[in-house]
């Protein structure tokens, strides 16, 4: 792997909430083309990691370098906060809870970050918003307001408003976990096929089968660390922590 | 003359009134919806300390009458006189007119920006993180996803105060100005016919009604994004049905 190949990399990632130490040093790569699956007991660290890596929370310490340019964060502090819009214009995010505009429609959520931080003309914008929303099934839906969708629905919007970006890589924080379990099958079979189109993807997520079919690397979070890595395969035939092997039999 | 005859004859001293009702009412809602926004921002997010001045100036308006604050205005400059003619002030401080404007401004802008505050917290933190994490900065945060929900949110409580602030501008009859209460009084105190304050009453019923339903209306078009789909066509429909 040439350097060129890493997008994303956190170094000695450490966050605090108050006295609590939710996480305790983390470091994660993530290649171009890779998909790593984050897993972990709830209350591990694994969807504040996430937030980190999009400075939505802000370490305590550590370094996120992305395309090789690193933020170092001293004291909560992130050296160069100027980095960050740009860093957040090119790493997409899906959220459990959807997060969409509730007072816009499906394709204006969509339009939005093209026109308004890209600056992209509205007519292209459109073009776009409405292919993107076809690529995951909903273009007839496009006009609806949030409200007017269910779960799955709202789930895959964000999805198209992420790639309207056109992210160098997405993250996604347990963007299942909010939805009905017959709902869960449409999100999963859209983050499939970006999958396999070779995106740039970490996904916090409590899917077995997704870690296990779709992801390229596998990470297990525990008390704030990561307790065991590697590809699916190994960790899930050959689990070599106590912690994991634990972790996987409850499921 | 009977109470018709009297309308009949001075209804354009009424009109008169009402106009500068409409004013003094418009001028300072407008005035105070300019200032609110910047302020209910540093309500919501500024350090106890950076808001200390704002929460004493709020407290202050909000626990004294608005009648004392204009008094305290109109009266109140007249003893500044000599300071303020140092700083050529006194010219705008000896026309009543400014001095209820000032008033009426000072007062519902500390309103607005309260109920402004209010919707301000109310927004979900998830839809700005959203916005966070699209990179965008945070001037269009406020103004693409943080001000459009404040503002649906604070709609039926700012339409309240702006009602509550026409009539409260019927205090500035009482520093001279003529507005439809200062004109019913200076009608009456020609024609000793207490009807003309029943005029007066219905006048300023007018008024709220029709501002209650224009309010009305644009509520329901901001609000086209929680109405289930079948109350949305009929919010259509009514909103339609009403231009024609």
Request: charged share 20%; with cysteine; aromatic share 10%.
């Amino acid at each position: 792997m040439s350097k060129a190949d890493l997008i994303l990399e956190a170094n000695d990632i450490y966050k605090s909430f108050g006295t609590v130490e939710v996480l305790k040093g983390i470091s994660l790569e993530a290649k171009n083309h890779e998909v790593i699956s984050i897993l972990g007991a709830s209350g591990s660290g694994k969807s504040t990691f996430l937030r980190c890596l999009n400075f939505l929370e802000i370490p305590t310490s550590g370094t996120i370098a992305f395309h090789g340019e690193p933020v170092n964060i001293v004291n909560g502090k992130p050296v160069n906060p100027k980095h960050i819009e740009a860093i957040r214009s090119r790493l997409g995010m899906v959220f459990q809870q959807f997060n969409l505009w509730t007072h816009r429609t499906a394709i204006e959520n969509v339009m939005e970050g093209p026109i308004y931080v890209k600056k992209m003309a509205k007519n292209l914008a459109r073009e776009k918003a409405e292919s993107l929303l076809e690529r995951v099934g909903l273009k007839d839906r496009m006009h609806m307001y949030p409200s007017q969708l269910s779960g799955g629905q709202q789930q895959r919007v964000a999805i198209a408003r992420a790639l309207a970006m056109e992210p160098d890589a997405i993250l996604f924080d347990e963007p299942t976990s909010a939805l009905d379990p017959e709902l869960v099958g449409e999100v999963l079979k859209v983050m499939q096929s970006l999958a396999a189109e070779g995106r740039t993807m970490i996904v916090v997520t409590h899917e077995m089968a997704f870690a296990r079919d779709v992801s390229s690397k596998v990470v297990f979070f525990h008390a704030g660390k990561i307790a065991e890595q590697g590809t699916p395969d190994e960790m899930f035939k050959n689990p070599k922590t106590e912690v994991f092997q634990k972790f996987i039999s409850n499921i | 003359m009977d109470s018709l005859e009297i309308i009949i004859k001075y209804w354009p001293k009424l009109l008169d009134g009402t106009l500068m009702t409409l004013k003094l009412t418009f001028l300072s809602v407008l005035i105070a919806a300019i200032i609110s926004p910047f302020l209910s921002l540093t309500r919501a997010n500024a350090s106890p300390i950076a808001q200390a001045p704002l929460r004493l100036y709020i407290s202050f308006i909000r626990g004294t009458p608005i009648l004392a604050q204009l008094f305290l205005v109109y009266y109140g400059s007249g003893q500044f006189r000599l300071i303020l003619q140092e700083w050529g002030l006194w010219g705008f401080f000896r026309d009543p007119f400014n001095c209820a404007l000032l008033t009426f401004v000072l007062n519902t802008t500390a309103y607005q920006t309260e109920i402004l505050r209010g919707g301000v917290m109310g927004v979900n933190r998830g839809e700005i993180e959203a916005g966070k994490a699209l990179g965008m900065n945070k001037l269009r945060i406020l103004q693409r996803i943080v001000f459009p929900h404040a503002y649906r949110i604070a709609w039926p409580a700012l339409g309240n105060e702006i009602i509550l602030m026409m009539k409260a501008s019927a205090l500035a009859s009482v520093v001279t100005i003529f507005d439809i209460l200062g004109r019913t009084r200076q009608i009456f105190s020609r024609t000793f016919d207490f009807s003309i304050y029943l005029w007066a009453a219905i006048l300023y019923l007018c008024i709220t009604a029709i501002f209650v339903l224009i309010w009305r209306q644009a509520e329901l078009r901001l609000n086209k994004h929680i109405m289930p789909s079948d109350h949305l066509i009929v919010a259509d429909d009514h909103l339609s049905a009403h231009k024609k």
